[in-house]
């Protein structure tokens, strides 16, 4: 899946702003705006026009959590890690070559938080979301951990272009949440994945290939928690200044209330760039497969499969205002056990480094009530045995 080089480069126009917001105390939130080619990381004046050479662009949002300095100490650490990574390594030959390493960048930032967690104690449970873009001529790789995110404005049209790994993107695909209903579902702050609460992780890989005038969008839940899709994009298309669309976007979300730190990256892409067409496929989340892996047969789903979702009993934690930070997985996580009831088929990103199954979560951040009604029968079943199994337990100890 390459294209052919263009014989010119294509130009960017971006910044990149953060901000802690009207009610946290620090900012755990970092970003990354960096050209691979010229091994910069720099927003200054100058650099917030670039072109992109041979060895491409990445931007990226990291949403940390776990508390005191612990979630600035993970966003931190994933920023410089991927970077460290994609800045390392010559020129990518071509699209695989460069979505793999995105890949494996942002893995290796996860291991990275993970062993340092482990290593000092008062960092216990620290993690961050990532949603990682990297840019070689038209194509835009997307990586994904988490519910931080990327959006396209294309013409009058925006649209995600990544998936949140959280509780509600799972129950709306397992068709038990309605959109509607999401928006005031009490338990829409718990996501399933982040980097550094496991040694492993899964990386959703998208991608895009881009039109003139295409602008991206990438940011924290600061702002997509608090300020509509619908503003987001009457900002996009009437601020035309990626440094005045930044202020703008995190100023709404501060009027809005601020509830949680914002982080907003804008980039306007033009240059070599073929016109927004019918003949281009709609904007959107399009997963990435790569050149050596076979496509799923004819009307098999590649979206990732519904995860049965447990609840495990834990110490309350203070309650956060509306529209807060998400309760995030630190060294706790929602169960992902497999394909409980789903009828499509997994398509996973391909992981090189290791084969082991992804990591199976005990515990959660937050306790969840998820409603039974409409739950499919395997998962019913599963309930019912392991219920009989604790009052069989419970009843022999007692009987002692």
Request: net charge negative.
């Amino acid at each position: 899946m390459t294209d052919p080089r263009p014989s010119s480069p294509v130009t960017l126009h971006l910044f990149g702003r953060t901000d802690v917001g009207q009610i946290r105390e620090h900012n755990e939130d970092n970003f990354l705006v960096a050209n691979l080619t010229r091994k910069s990381r720099s927003l200054a004046e100058a650099d917030r026009r670039q072109e992109v050479g041979q060895d491409g662009i990445v931007l990226g949002v990291c949403d940390g959590m776990g508390g005191a300095a612990a979630g600035e100490v993970a966003s931190q650490l994933a920023v410089d890690t991927i970077y460290e990574r994609l800045s390392a390594a010559q020129a990518p030959r071509d699209h695989d070559e460069l979505a793999q390493r995105l890949v494996h960048a942002v893995e290796e930032a996860g291991a990275r938080i993970f062993a340092e967690a482990r290593a000092d104690r008062s960092r216990r449970g620290m993690g961050t979301t990532s949603t990682v873009a990297a840019l070689m001529d038209r194509r835009l790789f997307v990586a994904q951990v988490g519910d931080s995110r990327a959006y396209m404005l294309r013409g009058d049209t925006f649209k995600q272009i990544s998936r949140d790994q959280s509780l509600v993107t799972q129950l709306i695909e397992a068709g038990q949440l309605t959109e509607e209903e999401a928006e005031t579902f009490e338990h829409n702050n718990i996501i399933l994945q982040a980097l550094g609460t496991s040694e492993t992780v899964q990386v959703d890989l998208t991608f895009i290939d881009l039109c003139e005038g295409d602008t991206l969008l990438i940011c924290s839940d600061g702002l997509s928690g608090m300020v509509k899709n619908t503003e987001m994009r009457e900002v996009l298309l009437g601020t035309p200044d990626p440094v005045e669309a930044c202020r703008v976007l995190i100023e709404k979300a501060n009027q809005a209330g601020g509830h949680d730190n914002i982080t907003v990256i804008v980039a306007r892409f033009s240059g070599t760039l073929p016109p927004a067409s019918e003949t281009e496929p709609p904007i959107g989340y399009l997963k990435y497969t790569f050149a050596d892996t076979p496509a799923p047969p004819r009307g098999e789903s590649t979206r990732p499969s519904q995860a049965t979702v447990r609840e495990v009993p834990r110490a309350s934690i203070p309650s956060e205002p509306p529209g807060g930070r998400k309760f995030r997985v630190g060294a706790t996580m929602v169960g992902m056990v497999g394909d409980l009831g789903a009828d499509d088929t997994r398509s996973e990103v391909p992981r090189p480094r290791s084969s082991a199954p992804p990591p199976v979560f005990d515990t959660l951040t937050d306790p969840v009530d998820i409603p039974t009604t409409g739950m499919p029968p395997k998962t019913v079943g599963v309930l019912l045995l392991v219920s009989l199994v604790v009052v069989g337990v419970l009843g022999f100890w007692l009987l002692r």
